[in-house]
């Protein structure tokens, strides 16, 4: 798998948890549905593609203000727990956190 598409299965996990225990509904809500959908659009058209670094370690700050407030809540509530439930991907994350991003591209277009 991946990266990408493991951080987009990640966050998707991480959002589940989060929905499920804050809104108390089995099924992810609408506004949790629209949240990840964002986050893996995001993470999709990340211009570093499979050298992403984790986002926050990212010079391009690509999430709306509104979206990022959301996903840190998700994640300051989420991480944690991923570590017993998840802790493949828990342990996957905290490495890709460890790394630096890549260096800025400089545009061609200028």
């Known amino acids: 798998m991946k990266r990408t598409e493991r ?4 966050v998707g ?3 589940g948890m989060y929905c499920r225990h804050h809104h108390g509904t ?20 990340c211009p570093f593609g ?3 670094p984790v ?5 391009i700050h690509c999430y709306q ?6 996903i840190k809540e998700v ?12 802790p493949l991907l828990a342990v996957r994350h905290l490495i890709a ?7 800025r591209k400089k545009r061609t277009d200028e």
Not at 55 to 59: D, E, L, T
Not at 76 to 82: Q, R, V
Not at 97 to 103: C, L, N, T, V, Y
């Open 65 to 70: 203000p509104e979206m990022k407030a959301k």
């Open 97 to 103: 956190a460890r790394k630096e991003a890549p260096a």
């Open 55 to 59: 986002c926050a370690k990212c010079h």
């Open 26 to 45: 089995e099924k992810i809500c609408d506004g949790c549905r629209e949240l990840y959908g964002y986050a893996r659009q995001r993470s999709l058209k």
């Open 7 to 10: 951080e987009v299965k990640t």
């Open 50 to 52: 499979d050298d992403k």
């Open 13 to 15: 996990i991480m959002i």
């Open 75 to 86: 994640m300051k509530f989420s991480g944690p727990k991923m570590v017993r439930s998840h």
